[in-house]
């Protein structure tokens, strides 16, 4: 072993004594204490982890944290891909659809359990050097599929937030796959069509709405929760889209129907409200003041 090979070895020490009886780390210690030079990189490398470590202690985290970075994803739209062939076009089409299995996240707790409970067999330094990179990775995904435990903040299992349905819908239908089969359908053929299909169904339209005769529809599937997705073509051309959630499967502070939350994100402008059962997503490539006429 020479000196950049043990020093490889030492930048992953554990300090708690968990690497005592690892042949390659006790290799490298008795290295560090032979040749002064690494000794004294040594002993820097640990001054610095210890200081590193303090003050990582010292960061307080928002509890909006996680909300905030919820409501980032839905104030900046557009960061899709552009597909430059056909083999682009399918591949983003693909991811754009990807829905993790309802059952993931009981399967890892599951797994982190069997694990924690194992008798385990020592493994070597190198074995052990990708730990960090699982590591990471299981910080992810706990961040996306867990919520603090503080009072009015509901675990994203449960629910989904507002934000995380409207950014899913901006998503999907900037995809280069997204579709309306559907042939245009008058109101009440529309609303009959949604029942059948055990979606949810609009209980009133805003009035700017409920002038257009014709519009399509499609399921909106985000975590696992069943939604619609209800596109008008207005008079001059434009779209609109009605986003349908049942207000059980979403969590977010919304006002009632006669008080829509509207504002301008990006190139979209949108409108947010709820009444007993459901919430509503309504949103355009449009001005606030635009979308402001459908109420």
């Known amino acids: 072993m020479d000196r950049e090979q043990a020093k490889f070895i030492l930048r992953s020490f554990r300090p708690d004594g968990a690497d005592v009886a690892d042949e390659d780390f006790v290799e490298a210690l008795q290295f560090a204490n032979e040749?002064?030079?690494?000794?004294?990189?040594?002993?820097?490398?640990?001054?610095?982890?210890?200081?590193?470590?303090?003050?990582?202690?010292q960061i307080q985290i928002p509890d909006s944290l996680r909300q905030e970075v919820l409501s980032g994803l839905?104030?900046?739209?557009?960061?899709?891909?552009?597909?430059?062939?056909?083999?682009?076009?399918?591949?983003?089409?693909?991811f754009a659809f990807v829905q993790?299995?309802?059952?993931?996240?009981?399967?890892?707790?599951?797994?982190?359990?069997?694990?924690?409970?194992?008798?385990?067999?020592?493994?070597?330094?190198?074995?052990?050097?990708?730990?960090?990179?699982?590591?990471?990775?299981?910080?992810?995904?706990?961040?996306?599929?867990?919520?603090?435990?503080?009072?009015?903040?509901?675990?994203?299992e449960t629910t989904v937030p507002v934000e995380v349905v409207q950014s899913s819908f901006i998503h999907t239908f900037e995809s280069p796959q997204f579709s309306i089969e559907d042939p245009p359908e008058q109101a009440s053929q529309l609303i009959a069509h949604l029942q059948d299909m055990k979606l949810p169904s609009p209980h009133h339209f805003p009035k700017g709405l409920q002038?257009?005769?014709?519009?399509?529809?499609?399921?909106?599937?985000?975590?696992?929760k069943r939604g619609s997705l209800v596109c008008f073509r207005r008079l001059d051309g434009s779209k609109v889209?009605?986003?349908?959630f049942r207000r059980k499967?979403?969590?977010?502070?919304?006002?009632?129907?006669?008080?829509?939350?509207?504002?301008?994100?990006?190139?979209?402008?949108?409108?947010?409200?709820?009444?007993?059962?459901q919430v509503y997503v309504l949103i355009g490539s449009t001005s606030v003041e635009h979308l402001k006429e459908l109420f």
């Open 100 to 156: 993790p299995p309802r059952s993931l996240r009981s399967e890892i707790l599951a797994s982190m359990e069997r694990t924690n409970a194992a008798v385990t067999p020592k493994k070597s330094f190198w074995q052990r050097a990708t730990l960090p990179f699982a590591a990471a990775a299981g910080i992810a995904l706990a961040f996306l599929l867990t919520s603090p435990s503080k009072p009015g903040i509901i675990v994203a």
């Open 74 to 94: 839905a104030m900046h739209p557009g960061d899709l891909p552009h597909p430059e062939d056909h083999f682009d076009s399918g591949m983003i089409g693909s």
């Open 211 to 224: 002038e257009i005769n014709r519009a399509s529809c499609r399921e909106l599937e985000i975590n696992g």
């Open 241 to 244: 889209h009605l986003v349908i």
């Open 249 to 277: 499967d979403v969590c977010g502070e919304l006002p009632g129907r006669d008080h829509p939350e509207i504002s301008q994100q990006g190139t979209w402008a949108v409108a947010r409200w709820l009444d007993e059962k």
């Open 35 to 57: 040749d002064r030079e690494l000794g004294d990189w040594f002993a820097k490398e640990r001054a610095f982890d210890s200081m590193f470590a303090e003050a990582m202690t």
